[in-house]
């Protein structure tokens, strides 16, 4: 059964740092094309980041230069670092599974496996 337990979420003020994990359990992420993406209350599921298979990251424009992906083989985790947060970062993230064929705009369908989540909220 594949399983994955994202954790690290917490409330934190604007300009701050926290780093979401996500420990993978059923399969090994680094044979697949893992991303981690989010959803505030009332808006569409957003992708923020990719990480392939061969190490290859993707940012959305709003996570460039401010997140960074990277994964540990031995543990089987995911990691999202973020830094310089935003009011407009608050929201549940989620580590997830993504398809090699996706559609736009982004949906659950372009994933095959998520998390239950981790709320970031950023506020002073």
């Known amino acids: 059964e594949v399983q994955l337990v994202e954790s690290g979420g917490d409330l934190v003020e604007p300009g701050g740092s926290l780093r979401l994990s996500c420990v993978a359990s059923?399969?090994?992420?680094?044979?697949?094309?893992m991303s981690w993406v989010r959803q505030a209350p009332g808006q569409r599921l957003e992708w923020v980041s990719t990480?392939?298979?061969?190490?290859?990251?993707y940012y959305s424009d709003s996570a460039e230069g401010r997140f960074t992906i990277s994964r540990d083989d031995a543990s089987n985790t995911l990691y999202l670092q973020l830094s310089s947060l935003r009011t407009e970062d608050t929201a549940k993230y989620y580590c997830?599974?993504?398809?090699?064929?996706?559609?736009?705009?982004?949906?659950?369908?372009?994933?095959?496996?998520w998390g239950q989540g981790t709320q970031v909220t950023v506020s002073s």
């Open positions: 997830a599974n993504r398809k090699e064929v996706t559609r736009w705009p982004e949906s659950w369908t372009n994933y095959n496996y």
């Open positions: 990480l392939s298979a061969d190490g290859v990251t």
């Open positions: 059923g399969f090994t992420i680094n044979a697949n094309r």
